[in-house]
């Protein structure tokens, strides 16, 4: 079978070409750049846990080698510091401070909230070490190939397959099973298609500096909003402050709405002004690397399925109001979509399965920039903040903060609950902390050749997971209770599923008792959770997260050219 065709080489592709050959499925990478990216400190990315999991898992390469994971966050208002997060072992543990305990404010006279976090923080990383690393792991991967100075001009699909016409050095016709255009905000993949880009343009505009410089707070992110020697604009000015790994930084400056032209004169302004009031006095020596702007967009493709076309990152959806946060939501379109893929490719199409991919992943994009676009505007909204939004100004400072740090409604990753991959609830369902349509935890499972390993190791394969919870296991070899008690019937109940499905066992899971099996999507996704063995009701939850149990007929070539 022909392999699929990724249009575009930055991160989101590259990311689906390892994650379609971890499932086996070959891929030609179509990149109209050289094969190397230009080396900008200025543009970096902040992953969240499952990204970066994502990311480490496909490449192979601990990336917080290349990257940097802060040591906290912390946020300021004015000469107050609002909060404080500590990421942590299990123990925090501070002389004279412990998690709930209030620290002194620079120069305020109020108590910040201190939080001591045993989250994995976020990793900040410049984005061309990243799609370097992920170049890196291609090097070596025989089912990949990419395909340089190959710019796509022309795209034509019928039932069995897709052709792909790219011009440059050698004018080439490539063919393919599907393609997916990850080809960036002006996706040439979206306007062949003929696919409506509707939003807002330039919502946000931030000046951008990277920077080697000695600050306060060593290896800790920060949120400054309404600093004192900063009043211009409705919000009275707002910086961030994310740190890269051999002392340099990278700041944000929200800038206030128009087009003002940012001059290379008032960025250093801001430089000096900045550095001279966090470190409360004159300008501290600094080393200025690269400088940018950030121009922030919120849009949503129509469609993001034509037939045997998807589209996938920046080409479907434009958000980041926060920043740096918009490639997180395109690395979990390259994973929910990869194993639909995968699936349809080894053992033909499955219409409902691919479908999903667009009602799950525009569902939640979709709600996020809902989010943004209601929640934003009010937090910095000045003199109408108190009327229209609820709480403290302690309050708003932490809704922003968790956003930039991948929790709430800014910053968590979405639910597929509403999935049409979801199975009608059964009576052996039991609830657990998970819901689900949800990311499951990342606990420590026992693997089929007797490893512990963490469960996210075993995702991205193509297969379901079969997770039973069985405390006490783990002191005990496999082979002695592989025949014992629940695991012969489960076992077996495992085999006759549709398709092949991994068993593991944890000695917990957060809400589950014991003899509870979760189901698990191979993008991480708890399907459900039953109570005890039940193999006629997991089969149908494993038949529903595939798609049914029939394979539908491909559309003709007449509903393809119609949607």
Known sequence: MDPVIIVGAGPVGLTLALALARQEVPSVVLDEGPGKDEQRLARTVVLNEDTAALLERLSGAPLSRVGFRWAGWRSMRRKQVMRQVRFVEADFEEPGLSPGEGAKGA??????????STDLPPLHIAQHVLTAALREAIAGERLVKI?????????????????????????TWWRGSYLVGCDGPRSTVRKLQDIRFPGRTAVERHAVAALRAELPWPGEALLHRMPPWRTAGPSGGEIAA???????????????PGKD?????LLVTRVRETLAGWTGGSTPPYDLLDTGVHTVHHRLARRWRVGRVFLAGDAAHLLGALGTQGLDEGLRDADNLAWKLALAWHHGPHETLLDSYQTER???????????????????????????????????????ADGHLGRGALGAPGAYSDSPLMPPRAAAETPVDTAPGTQVVDVEVTAEDGSFVPLRDRLGRGALLVVLVAPGTGVWERKHWMSAGIMPRLAAAVSALPRPAELLVAEAYPGAGAHTVLL???????VTAMSGVRPADLYAAAEATLGGAKQQPEPSDAATSAR
């Open 261 to 265: 032209l940012v001059t290379p004169e």
């Open 147 to 171: 395909a340089v100075e190959s710019r796509l001009d022309a795209l034509e699909q019928e039932k069995s397959g897709v052709t792909a016409h790219t011009r440059g050095p050698k004018s």
């Open 520 to 526: 698990v999507r191979p993008d991480g996704y708890l």
């Open 362 to 400: 525009r569902a939640v994009v979709a709600a996020r920039l809902r989010a943004a676009d209601q929640v934003l505007p009010l937090l910095r909204g000045g003199k109408g903040l108190r009327s229209y939004v609820p709480g403290s100004a302690r309050g708003h400072d932490a809704l922003l």
């Open 107 to 116: 120069r305020g006279g109020h108590d910040a909230v201190v939080e001591g």
């Open 242 to 256: 994310r740190p890269l790994d051999e002392g340099v930084w990278r700041l944000d400056w929200l800038l206030p």
